[in-house]
């Protein structure tokens, strides 16, 4: 070894048992991490997202209902409108770049104070235009609701001030993620503790509104110093306009791709707000925060397998198809593990966590709950369509799946409020995930293999 690679290895900290994790892992497992530095670092970072998940879906949970709870169902559901139309617009105000700047980070580190810049000046200015297009429109379709229209014009704010998280993709890129945890996890326990001490203040909605900016201001600010602690400095950061243009050139597909997914995701809210009252998308909004708590199971689930099973498909294209049926088996098998207890147990898990003045959610948690498991089949689909390099397919099933959720929304809602919001979700999910695939063509075997899933799922 030359002394180049002995600096390498102390500055990365040498050999694997130099972590302090892989010191408790048992030998056979601590045997196959030595020497493999680049892995190391890849499940380290996953540990620390992983947890920052879990940390923000027990606590989250548990505050939230509290203040759902001292709230009540109608200031819940003005606070859930709001959040939905502020997430719509989000999806338009990150102009699809920040794959595209992270990729470009890792391949260019010179020229990074160039992309961060450049990359803040664009989230900056779409985030403006994006909140007062939203507020206008808010307003012009919600007329002579003051209310709402405070609480849409504060939690808007997170839009522009969401620009300061630049600085996250400079650590994605650097595969150092605990450092953003850190700073998010400040600013999520900060304003947790702040929403308890408005509810024994007994404070208004408008001050739960503004503890969303105090949020995301403390997170922005502590990424900022932790950034600059990495010898980084936002005084070199400069923005480029041939380079604004390319960025936003090359990340329209993924733009239109996040504005279709959030569509799928919150639609059903801003739709229901619209026609419906207040009270009855509170009464929602806390249905669809419990049925949204499994979320991050199939992401996990296809982050750990999918990598092996790409690397079937270029050996064996027959063992590539074995594996994914078995990913395919596995994720229904999880969908029902969750929608069956949760069929049974929701009005008594609505009653626990919301109380009485919710018990409207039981029959929607019910109906949202079998969603879950056509978003584990489309999750593991969208995998597979990314292995095959048919991403241009899966732009065209998400756009279905939005349309489609959008129609059943506008005729069911007005007949069955909430209730028909989750129908509409479940319906639109299906379609996405299962029933598009017999009719194109190239999907067509992954349909019957997501049937075989759904009709004999295994544990693996």
Known sequence: ???????????????????????????????????????????????????????????????????????????????????????????????????????????????????LGTAFVLRFFSGLVCYLVMLGIVIAIKPGETLTHVIVAIIGWTLTIGAFDTAD?????????????YARSAGFLISALVRLVLIFAKASLVAFAVTNLVEIGIGAIALLYAYYRKNGCLRRW?????????????????????????????VDQVILGQISNPKELGVYAAAVRVAELWFFLPSAIIAS?????????????????????????????????????????????????YGKAYSGAAPMLIILIWSDLFINLAMARGAYLFAMNWTWILLGVNAVAAVVNIALNLVLIPHYGGTGAAVASLLSYW?????????????????????RALLWPKFW
């Open 1 to 115: 070894m030359n002394e180049e690679q002995k600096a390498c290895v102390e500055t990365d900290g040498g050999a694997a048992s130099d972590r302090m994790w892989v010191r408790y892992l048992p030998l056979f497992l601590r045997k196959r991490f030595q020497s493999r530095h680049v892995f190391q670092e890849a499940v380290e970072n996953s540990g620390w997202l992983v947890g920052d998940k879990l940390l923000r879906m027990g606590i989250g949970l548990l505050v939230g209902v509290w203040v759902a709870r001292y709230l009540g169902p109608a200031q819940f559901g003005i606070m859930s409108y709001a959040g939905s139309v502020a997430g719509l617009a989000g999806a338009i105000a990150g102009l699809g770049i920040d794959s595209i700047v992270i990729r470009d980070l890792v391949r260019y580190p010179e020229r990074s104070d160039e992309f």
């Open 169 to 181: 993709l400079w650590f994605q890129s650097k595969v150092m993620s605990k450092y953003v945890v």
């Open 238 to 266: 400069k923005a480029r306009l041939p380079l604004a243009k390319e960025l936003v050139h090359s990340g329209w597909p993924v733009l239109l791709g996040g504005i279709v997914s959030m569509i799928c995701l919150r």
């Open 305 to 353: 397998v999918f990598p092996n099973i790409i690397k079937a498909k270029e050996v064996d294209e027959e063992e590539f198809y074995k594996r994914l049926q078995k990913l395919f088996n596995f994720l229904a098998f999880a969908g029902y593990a969750v929608a069956i207890p949760v069929t049974f147990l929701g009005p008594f898990v609505i009653n626990l966590l």
């Open 431 to 451: 379609v996405s995930a299962h029933g598009v695939c017999f009719l194109i063509k190239p999907l067509r075997r992954g349909g019957q293999m997501m049937t």
